[in-house]
């Protein structure tokens, strides 16, 4: 079931007042949800920096990137999760060079 169907069914129940156990797990259930949405948020957060100081105008993979940096990165913190960064989060700092293995560069 989807995050905004729940949250509709939510709204149902409280407004009619049926299922009040039901509503409330349903709430927490989101809730939980919310609190990890927000603990990966602030773990890219606190990321950001570290990655964005290792690039240059030098090209590097993802591979060699996480390398270099990997003591710095905040524990749990992956190669997935620095690809998932440059790749999703910081496209508006960050160059992607295709090739047969991509590469990334800081803009300018």
Known sequence: ?????LQSLVSYLTETGALPEVC???E??????EAK???NRDLYAEATPIVLGALSDTPVTIGELYDEI????PEGFTK????YLITRVLTDK???IEGKVNTYTLKA
């Open 1 to 5: 079931m989807k995050k905004v169907s």
């Open 24 to 26: 409330a797990e349903i």
């Open 28 to 33: 927490a259930e989101l809730a939980k949800g």
């Open 37 to 39: 949405a927000q603990a």
């Open 70 to 73: 990997a003591n710095e990165l």
């Open 80 to 83: 997935g999760k620095v690809q």
């Open 94 to 96: 960050v160059t992607k």
